[in-house]
């Protein structure tokens, strides 16, 4: 059931979450330890994250199960974890919410490259499969395939979730800006990522990280002329990283984004939330202004 595309034909403008890596160092999370792992260790820590983010306004929320694909848990000992991990991840965030709003579990890339030989499709495919299963019986509504860079790799897990549960997909690749536009680490461009990703079956597509929320305009006007129809979501960093007295900063605030939101949306945007270096304080304002663009659609209804 396409709860979430049903949701935008109410609301219009949906509001996602922001970051949750900065906030589960935020919380003790040490370098070396999978961020996934506090799913069965600190789970009430991860909570807390998605109880910020619901009360700062967000209508979406994610899981902690980015990195929890047999490949990067097998870099923690914690490969055999899967199943349990995304379930429980899922099923955190679930508790969490209510009725209003939707768990989308959070599937990204796995770090190996098809095109290098480090893989098959298959290889990938099962990866998703058992991912995809463990978040939605957990209690997810949807799949966020997000942070992607390659078409062959989204595809597989595309198909896998399609093939195995019944959860919505949205699918978000990660671009940077070169002297050829904005593209991804495997040259993919905004258009090439929407037209093969709505022939895959994705339900909602978009882009998160790589850039802040200004750069995300040309990529979301992009996105939606391939097609005025299927939803866009974005999830922009705060802001390209610096570093600052040894500590990694991110520099676009929440009021600086503010002005930026309604270009969004002008452009084509649907979902709007976050990515690295996003606080509740962050989704707080995108919330207000998404809100308060509802509050114009209904008049100019009435």
């Known amino acids: ?92 965030s679930k508790r969490v919410i209510d009725k209003n709003q939707i768990v989308i579990g959070s599937i990204g890339p796995t770090g190996k490259f098809l095109a290098m030989g480090e893989l098959t499709p298959a290889d990938l495919y099962d990866t998703f499969k058992l991912q995809a299963a463990a978040l939605e019986k957990g209690g997810a509504d949807a799949a966020c395939i997000e942070t992607f860079y390659d078409l062959d790799e989204a595809e597989q897990a595309i198909k896998a979730v399609k093939e195995n549960t019944d959860l919505e997909v949205i ?74 007295n040894g500590e990694l900063v991110y520099k676009e605030t929440p009021e600086f984004i503010r002005s930026i939101i309604p270009e969004l949306i002008k452009a084509g945007a649907n979902i709007i939330g976050g990515c690295c270096g996003t606080t509740p304080e962050h989704i707080k304002v995108i919330a207000d202004v998404v809100k308060n663009y509802r509050d114009k659609f209904t008049d100019n209804q009435n």
């Open 171 to 244: 699918a978000a690749f990660t671009f940077d800006k070169t002297d050829y536009g904005y593209r991804t680490l495997m040259g993919i461009s905004p258009k090439q990522m929407a037209e093969k990703l709505i022939i895959c079956g994705a339900d909602i597509i978009g882009a998160n990280c790589g850039r802040g929320f200004a750069d995300m305009i040309e990529i979301v006007k992009e996105i939606r002329n391939v097609s005025q129809k299927i939803p866009v979501f974005v999830q922009p960093n705060a802001g390209l990283p610096e570093i600052i």
């Open 1 to 92: 059931m396409n709860k979430i595309v049903e949701l935008l034909l109410h609301k219009k403008i949906l509001i996602s979450d922001g970051a949750w890596g900065t906030q589960l160092f935020s919380k003790g999370l040490r370098t070396g330890i999978a961020p996934e792992s506090w799913n069965l260790d600190h789970p009430e820590k991860v909570a807390e994250i998605a109880e910020s983010y619901l009360n700062a306004g967000a209508e979406l929320i994610s899981t902690n199960t980015f990195g929890a694909n047999k490949f990067k848990l097998d870099q923690y000992g914690l490969k055999d974890k899967l199943e349990e991990i995304c379930y429980n991840g899922a099923k955190i």
